[in-house]
């Protein structure tokens, strides 16, 4: 290999010769556009997920379980399948979601409930 003629730079004129059109244009204009075009790519990723987690009818749907998850659990997100995550990892995540409510001023789960819930997602988890 000739190392020699690897390590000349290449014609650097050529390089800077060229603009980037976005350069050109004013810059609050190019601030608007990686905005919107940050949005998107968000939107897009979100429609993803939401399609991965609503897709699939969680299991007996009308146990008294199942109604209590879908109602405590689906106040702000969508319900998550219990396949998502284990039964090891279930009442972690749970945990979790009690402190996230609890910032949120949503009404915090009893006892009883906290365990019905838990032991659907427990039962049903991968
Ligand atoms: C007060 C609002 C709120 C409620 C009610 C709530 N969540 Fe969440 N949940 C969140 C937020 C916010 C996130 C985003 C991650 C984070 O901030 O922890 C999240 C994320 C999750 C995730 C994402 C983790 C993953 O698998 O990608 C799971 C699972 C989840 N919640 C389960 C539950 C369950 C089960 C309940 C019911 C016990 C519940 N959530 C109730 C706010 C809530």
Same mark, same amino acid.
């Given at each position: 290999?000739?190392?020699?003629?690897?390590s000349?730079?290449?014609?650097?004129?050529?390089?800077?010769?060229? +603009?980037?059109? %976005?350069?050109? %244009?004013?810059?609050?204009? @190019?601030?608007?556009?990686?905005?919107?075009?940050?949005?998107?790519?968000?939107? @897009?990723?979100?429609?993803?997920?939401?399609?991965?987690?609503?897709?699939?009818?969680?299991?007996?749907?009308?146990?008294?379980?199942?109604?209590?998850?879908?109602?405590?659990?689906?106040?702000?997100?969508? @319900?998550?399948?219990?396949?998502?995550?284990?039964?090891?990892?279930w009442?972690?995540? @749970?945990? %979790?979601? #009690?402190?996230?409510?609890?910032?949120?001023?949503?009404?915090?789960? +009893?006892?009883? #409930?906290?365990? %019905?819930?838990?032991?659907?997602? +427990? #039962?049903?988890?991968?």
């Amino acid at each position: 290999m000739n190392v020699y003629f690897l390590s000349k730079t290449p014609s650097l004129s050529v390089v800077s010769r060229y +603009s980037c059109p %976005l350069h050109s %244009l004013p810059r609050v204009f @190019v601030w608007c556009l990686k905005v919107t075009v940050r949005l998107l790519i968000v939107a @897009v990723a979100m429609l993803l997920a939401g399609c991965a987690t609503t897709g699939t009818p969680i299991p007996l749907p009308q146990s008294q379980a199942a109604l209590l998850f879908a109602d405590k659990c689906g106040e702000c997100h969508a @319900v998550p399948h219990p396949a998502r995550h284990s039964a090891d990892e279930w009442p972690h995540y @749970v945990a %979790l979601m #009690e402190r996230r409510m609890a910032e949120r001023n949503v009404t915090a789960l +009893s006892d009883a #409930e906290r365990q %019905l819930i838990v032991r659907y997602l +427990s #039962e049903h988890g991968r």
